[in-house]
């Protein structure tokens, strides 16, 4: 809470000493506080017919690919008591998925930078959809890490790629409220999985999960017939023909010198992502398993649960992603990590299904609150000629460096008999991490995508 009211006093601190004694409350919780409901409909209003649909495509997609992850997320102990293993094991193959998103976002960022974003993003869609059906067939625990590991290929590209498309093609007026709201596909996707789990799970087992997780590849047809390609693309592509070869030869030199300046700032990225991935997989990936495992709690209340914090993680990146449009992307982050902390005592040490239930919803909004500004502070960032490939590969940069996470929570709340310590350890440790880091880097909100 300290920072809430940094924030409060900053912001009358900037008010002209003149106008002070006429301003009221009202005016101040409306230059804090997120907007209302209304108004963030009213910016979906004010979009275009081709705005609108590249924002639901890239939306859509990021929450199919979320649901694909989370299914195998919720199917841990399952999938462990059928091949005969630990848990522990099972979450190699999150490590596998984790480990090749780099080479996802390497191969299809530059596929979409070169060709354009919409047809790869189709491609991309299609090759996860595929590949979380062939899981379904796995006939041991070796074959299903190597199918996550191309899982991972497929997942890793769909993120930059969508968020290239997105925020190329919207007004940057609303760029934070829009970037929670994409993010939080992520939510929605856990969301999915969820009530899958809790509705189906007991009929169709995981095997049959995975079936249902390839539904995804019907969004290709909405993506094919409704969605446009990006605008600042086509317009570079546009320069591209035109140029004779030796404008080509002075342009390709301007550019070498724009990435090298840009280098920097990808090492930080890197860094940044690293600790923003921690933050979400420290505090999801085990977490079924604790109220599986340890609390005992049924396979339909875990899914309840599991819906319930994703309705709490979309609130948060709605919340954060438009308060960084007042305080900034920085401040909006910072926030969001610290007020995780005080969660701790609800989320890992609760005693029933209603408490957990609380700290896993309070926890889940703070940390999807921070994730909400990343998707527009990425793109803000990142200069035009790899704006498909820079952010997306340090995003799964980061999650390749935390790939090791959920085994290793695994793997340490087997040997000292508690998962609560596990959890509680990892929020401290990772919230105070994020916040600093996000202190170190520069604010970079109403960034002109055209200008760079």
Known sequence: MPLVAANLLTCEAEIKPEA????????IRSAMLPPMPSSIIGLFRRLTTPQRHAFVAAFLGWTLDSLDFFL???????????????????????????AFRPVGALLFGMLADRYGRRPVLMVNILSFSVIELACAFAP???????????????????????????????????RGTFSGILQEGYAMGSILASGAFALLFHWIGWRGLFMVGAAP???????????A????????????????????TQTVAAESVTLLKF????????LLMTAFMSFSHGTQDVYPTFLLVEMKLSPATVGLIGVLYGFGSIAGGIVFGTLSEKWG???AIVTAALLAIPVIPLYAYGHSAVTLG????LMQFMVQGAWGVVPAYLTELSPAPVRATAPGLAYQLGGLVTSWNGKAQALAAERWGSYPAVLAITVVVVALSLAGLALLGREAKGQDMAAM
Do not use: N
């Not at 590849?217 to 969605?227: C, E, I």
């Not at 280098?263 to 890197?270: R, V």
């Open 20 to 27: 002070r004694k006429a301003l009221d409350w009202t005016q």
């Open 72 to 98: 195998l997320i919720f199917c841990v102990k399952a999938i462990a008591g059928e091949f005969h293993a630990e848990p522990s094991a099972v979450f190699g193959a999150v490590f596998m998925t984790q």
């Open 140 to 174: 041991s625990l070796t074959e299903l890490l190597m199918l996550r590991a191309l899982f991972g290929i497929a997942m890793g590209g769909e993120w930059g790629v969508g968020a290239a498309l997105v925020f190329e093609t919207l007004p940057k007026e609303g």
């Open 217 to 227: 590849a019907l969004l290709v047809f909405y993506v094919q017939s409704r969605v």
């Open 229 to 248: 390609e990006s605008p600042v693309w086509i317009e570079a592509a546009k320069k591209r023909l035109a140029r004779t070869a030796a404008a080509h």
């Open 263 to 270: 280098l920097p700032t990808f090492l930080f990225l890197i």
């Open 329 to 331: 992307r920085k401040r």
């Open 358 to 361: 609380m700290g896993a919803v």
